[in-house]
């Protein structure tokens, strides 16, 4: 077996690795699969305002959102 949860990355790095992983990790992190993730980003940036700031991107928002 592969360990899932092994990464030593924060933050966006973080965020980014997940997106850019295997689905299933993604799922188990984050509830949802990566397409529904992103089409959750694309509806709640266009329709609530959704957006990135000088600090944190709204995809980081969006996963710190599901997270807790």
Known sequence: KVP?????????????ELLSGHPRR???????????FRRLLH????YAD?????????EDRLAIFLRI
């Not at 899932?4 to 980014?16: A, K, N, P």
């Not at 993604?26 to 529904?36: A, E, I, R």
């Not at 959704?50 to 709204?58: P, Q």
């Open 4 to 16: 899932q949860h092994d990464s030593i990355l924060t933050g966006h790095s973080w965020v980014r």
């Open 26 to 36: 993604f799922h188990n992190m984050m509830g949802l699969s990566k397409p529904v």
């Open 43 to 46: 509806e709640l940036s266009q």
């Open 50 to 58: 959704l957006a990135h700031s000088r600090y944190i991107s709204s």
